[in-house]
């Protein structure tokens, strides 16, 4: 499989200030925006959402759609299908085969002052569209009750594409756990930034969150703490398909990761054949790395990880299986490189592409196995090597790290073993355009991240950073810019109650 890093090359132009929005400000930034002299399109309780290509994922979305709006509105748009976008006070859905990007997620949106028109290749190109049509409404949208408020949109055209397919998020649920309901709010979060990847950690040395049905006890002892001797728990595989159903219907894909041969204390502490001497581990409740392995010896260890993929795999939809591969310091070097080979053999048998930590680098991998790198300096190598690749440079994009700024402010929840980062940081960075690269991700570990409120402080404001690094072309990105549209968006996060971060970089005073 070849897989390219897709670059969006034409911009056609950028318009800041009144035009983009100083009012109704972007996040990610489009390839381009065209305001139109013909003034605004007026949403009421009489406009219609048309489905103008009549398939079933338009009409999801069309439903979509209306719910967005219901709440905030007060009102129920009506629905209805027409071969056609010509009817006025209409949103209209159109599926053009005929588009001129043919790139994933690619889309035009043409407001007009008695018409709208959202035109993709594909439903997953008018979701994105929606998700912008979102943004050129009043941020009085994201509210939960009803507004008294005049629902104007700016008449524009926009044309948008992605520059990268993969773009994604990681969610530890593995060091404290996260409820469904959690999860399918994070899931929205990153909708809304037109995130595509949803990287879910299942397993770590503090806890196993997925239920595995023939080794009950993963879930029962392993899953039963997390980190600090807290409340564990886990994910039944019900409901970790709803999740999946969730992410699916947004456009996002599921990635599992189960990390092995190390990161596997909570295993270790279930099965005692799983270790050399029989005997079960502790369980552990601290934050440390580095000090677990199973034993890559014994036939159990093999049947046990088949097990594991082998039931993941089969409710996961999702091309990709994660196998970590990580820190693994007390697996022997030629004991992790064998262990690493047999496991890659069992993801291909499942029918999945095979996803690891940098670290899987030492070992003779498949052309089609994806590294995701972590270290600044294994990334400056990788890119030069061949193989897909994921970006997530703990500097840049880990969303664990401290979020600070001068003058000494930092965020008190968050780790800074590799530094501190800002919103700044995460924005200035070009990944590049190297065709191994497939995207990037950013991950949070959730070692001091016990609830939503935490994960909200540390995830936002870099989370739309991230987003636009990850979908908008390189050659209009400017700090300056992003910062103006960013200090207009934050009325967003406000009404939607999201306990952001107040960085000075971005806002002058707390």
């Known amino acids: 499989m070849k897989i390219k890093t897709i670059i969006s090359t034409l911009v056609l132009f950028f318009v800041v200030g009144v035009s983009l929005g100083a009012e109704r400000p972007l996040i990610p930034l489009p390839n381009s ?11 009421n309780s009489s406009t219609a959402i048309n489905v103008v290509s009549d398939t079933p994922e338009l009409k999801r979305m069309a439903s979509y759609l209306k719910e967005l709006i219901k709440p905030a509105a007060g009102y129920s748009l ?18 053009d085969k005929s588009s001129a990007s043919s790139l994933p997620g690619a889309y035009s949106l043409d407001v007009s002052s008695d018409k709208i028109v ?41 044309k948008d594409s992605p520059r990268y397919q993969h773009r994604g998020a990681m969610l530890d649920i593995a060091r404290h756990f996260f409820e469904v309901k959690d999860i399918k709010t994070f899931i929205d979060y990153l909708a809304m930034y037109k995130f595509n990847i949803l990287h879910l950690h299942l397993a770590d040395d503090q806890g196993w ?4 049905k023939s080794w009950p006890k993963l879930t029962e002892i392993g899953g039963s703490t997390a980190v600090g001797g807290g409340k564990g728990g886990f994910l039944t595989q019900k409901q970790y398909v709803e999740i999946v159903k969730y992410a699916e219907d947004r456009f996002i894909t599921i990635i599992p990761e189960v990390d092995m041969p190390g990161h596997v204390n909570a295993a270790l502490a279930s099965y005692p054949e799983l270790n050399p001497d029989n005997k079960a581990k502790k369980l552990y409740t601290k934050i440390g790395v580095g000090f677990s392995t ?8 093999y049947k046990f990880v088949e097990d594991v993929i082998r039931e993941i795999s ?23 490189k064998t262990f690493v080979e047999k496991v890659q053999k069992i993801v291909h048998k499942y029918g999945k592409i095979m996803i690891g930590w940098h670290e899987i680098n030492a070992v003779k991998l ?10 600044k300096k294994s990334m400056e190598y990788l890119v030069t090597k061949k193989g897909p690749l994921i970006l997530s440079p703990a500097d840049r994009v880990y969303l664990d790290m401290k979020c600070s700024q001068a003058f000494g402010h930092a965020t008190k929840l968050g780790l800074h073993w590799c530094g501190y980062t800002n919103v700044k940081k995460t924005y200035d960075w070009d990944p590049g355009s190297a065709d191994c690269i497939m995207g990037v991700e950013a991950p949070l570990w959730t070692e001091t991240v016990k609830n939503m409120d935490d994960l909200e402080m540390l995830v936002f404001p870099r989370l739309t950073s991230i987003s636009e690094v990850a979908w908008s072309a390189q050659e209009g990105r400017k700090w300056d810019d992003f910062r103006k549209r960013l200090n207009v968006f934050v009325k967003r996060l406000d009404i939607m109650d999201i306990n952001y971060y107040k960085s000075l970089e971005v806002w002058e005073k707390h």
């Open 33 to 43: 925006y065209s305001a139109k002299t013909d003034g605004v399109f007026k949403l």
């Open 78 to 95: 009506a629905l209805s299908k027409s071969n056609s976008a010509t009817k006025r006070n209409t949103i209209n859905l159109k599926l």
């Open 118 to 158: 959202i035109s993709a290749q594909d439903a997953r190109g008018v979701f994105y569209g929606i998700q912008t049509l979102r943004q050129l409404l009043p941020p009085e949208i994201e509210a939960t009750s009803p507004q008294k408020i005049n629902w104007t949109i700016p008449a524009c055209v926009i």
């Open 209 to 212: 969150r997925i239920e595995i």
């Open 294 to 301: 199973l034993d890559t010896s014994k036939p159990v260890t």
């Open 314 to 336: 089969a409710i996961t939809p999702g091309p990709y299986f994660h196998i970590g591969g990580d820190e693994c310091k007390k697996t022997k070097r030629e004991d992790y």
């Open 366 to 375: 498949e052309p089609t196995t994806v590294k995701q790198v972590w270290k």
